[in-house]
C-alpha cells in the first residue's frame, strides 16, 4: 500500500528502497502520537466531565488521572500493532523486531494499567467504614505481585517465542530456589491472610509484644512487614510471620469496651488495725466518713473495713469509675511490706491521659484520708527516718 502511494507522488523507483521505511516508521510515529493525543485531550477530558457530574464519589477515586494516563499509553502500542503490518508488509526483518517490541510494551503497560486499577479499588475501599479497619494493604501488595510475575512470564515467552505454560514447568522444577529467594514474600503473604481471616491485628489497634520491642499503635499492615508507631514515637517494623509464631496482646478489646481496668494496691502497716473506739465511731459519723449500716457482725467496728466499704462508696459515686463493669475493694495475703487492700475497677474512659488522671485522682483521695480511719501506710524507712530515729 505505501509502494503505491509512493509512486503516485512521483518517487523515484532507486530511492524506495530507503525511503519506504523511513516514510512507514514516521507515518506510525504519527499515529501513535495521534492515538495519545485522542485519548489523553479528548476520551479522558469527556470521562473527567462525566464523573464530575455524577453525585457518587467512587467514580472520582476510580477514574483517576493515574488510570487515564495509563489507557492513553495503553492505546498507541495497540494501535501500532494493528497498522504495522500494512505498512511494513515489504521488510520482514524490520517488521519482527518491532511487533515484538510493540507486543513487550503492550504487557508491560497492560501490568501498569491493572496495578493503577487495584489501587484506585484501594482507595475507594479506604474511604468505607466497615472496611478501614482491615489490613487490605498486604492484599493489594499481593495482587500487584502476581499481576507483575504473570507480566514477566508472558514477555519472556514473547522474547523467546515459547509458550508461557512452558515456562511455568521450568519454574516449577526450580521451586526449591524460588521458595528459599522468596522465602519473606510468601512467609508474609501467608501470615497477613492469617491475621486478616482471624481478624487478629488492624491499623490503629495498640499491640504490646515485649519480645521485639513493640508497644504502641499499628499505622500499616503490608505484605512483609507490620509497622507500630510506639508511644516515645519511635517506629518499629516486625514481619507478620512474627505475630503469628509468637505471642502479642492486643488491647483492642479494651478499648472497645469503654472502660480500661485499674488495679492496684495500698499496703497498711498491720499494727493499725484495730477495733474503733465509741468517740471515733461517733466523729466518722459525724464526718460522713462513714453509714449507720456499716458496723461488723458481732456489732463492733474495724477500722480498716471501715475504710473498705468507705472506699466502695466513693467508687460508686465517682464520675470517673465506669459503674457497669466489675469494681471491688479486697484484702489480699499479707506480706512482710504490710497488709494489702487492692481496688480492682475500671475508668469510664480507655484514653490515656484521662485514665492516667482518674487513677491519681483516686489514689491521691484515699492517700489523704487514711489517716481518718486511724489507719497507716506501709512504707519502707528512709534516710532521714533512721536519722531521727538516730537523733
Not at 286 to 296: D, L, R, T
Not at 310 to 328: A, C, D, E, F, T
Request: with cysteine.
Amino acid at each position: 500500500m505505501m509502494v503505491e502511494i509512493l509512486r503516485s507522488i512521483g518517487i523515484p523507483e532507486p530511492m524506495m528502497y530507503w525511503f519506504l521505511p523511513v516514510t512507514s516508521l514516521v507515518v506510525m510515529a504519527v499515529i501513535a502520537v495521534v492515538a495519545y493525543c485522542i485519548c489523553h485531550k479528548v476520551l479522558a477530558v469527556g470521562v473527567r466531565r462525566v464523573v464530575s457530574q455524577t453525585k457518587a464519589s467512587w467514580d472520582d477515586e476510580l477514574f483517576n488521572d493515574r488510570l487515564l494516563a495509563a489507557v492513553s499509553h495503553l492505546l498507541p502500542p495497540i494501535a501500532l500493532t494493528v497498522v504495522a503490518p500494512w505498512f511494513l508488509e515489504t521488510y520482514p526483518d524490520l517488521l519482527y523486531p518491532i511487533e515484538k517490541a510493540l507486543s513487550v510494551y503492550t504487557v508491560m503497560m497492560s501490568v501498569h494499567l491493572v496495578n493503577v486499577f487495584l489501587t484506585s479499588l484501594y482507595g475507594i475501599y479506604q474511604h468505607k467504614e466497615e472496611l478501614k479497619s482491615h489490613p487490605l494493604k498486604g492484599l493489594l501488595q499481593t495482587l500487584k505481585l502476581i499481576t507483575i510475575c504473570i507480566g514477566v512470564i508472558i514477555i519472556i515467552s514473547l522474547l523467546i517465542n515459547k509458550n508461557p505454560v512452558i515456562i511455568l514447568s521450568g519454574l516449577g522444577a526450580s521451586a526449591a530456589i524460588l521458595m528459599l529467594v522468596f522465602k519473606d514474600t510468601i512467609m508474609g503473604l501467608v501470615s497477613g491472610i492469617q491475621l486478616s481471616a482471624n481478624d487478629m491485628v488492624r491499623p490503629g489497634d495498640w499491640i504490646a509484644a515485649p519480645k521485639y520491642g513493640v508497644n504502641g499503635t499499628v499505622k500499616e499492615i503490608t505484605l512483609t512487614t507490620v509497622k507500630v508507631q510506639n508511644w516515645d514515637m519511635t517506629i518499629v517494623t516486625v514481619p507478620p510471620y512474627s505475630l503469628i509464631s509468637d505471642s502479642f496482646q492486643n488491647w483492642r478489646g479494651m478499648q472497645e469496651s469503654g472502660g480500661r481496668r485499674v488495679k492496684r494496691s495500698l499496703n497498711f502497716d498491720m499494727n493499725t488495725v484495730r477495733f474503733c473506739t465509741e468517740e471515733e465511731i461517733k466523729k466518722l459519723k459525724a464526718s460522713g466518713w462513714i453509714e449507720e449500716c456499716e458496723a461488723a457482725t458481732d456489732g463492733r467496728y474495724v477500722n480498716l473495713h471501715l475504710f473498705r466499704q468507705y472506699v466502695v462508696r466513693y467508687l460508686s459515686k465517682h464520675p470517673g469509675v465506669n459503674q457497669g463493669m466489675l469494681s471491688m475493694v479486697r484484702q489480699l495475703q499479707p506480706t512482710p511490706e504490710g497488709l494489702p487492700v487492692e481496688l480492682y475497677f475500671f475508668t469510664a474512659t480507655t484514653a490515656w491521659v484521662k485514665y492516667e488522671s482518674i487513677q491519681a485522682e483516686v489514689f491521691d483521695h484515699l492517700l489523704a484520708v487514711v489517716h481518718e480511719f486511724g489507719l497507716k501506710v506501709f512504707q519502707t524507712p528512709a534516710g532521714t527516718d533512721l536519722h531521727n530515729l538516730k537523733s
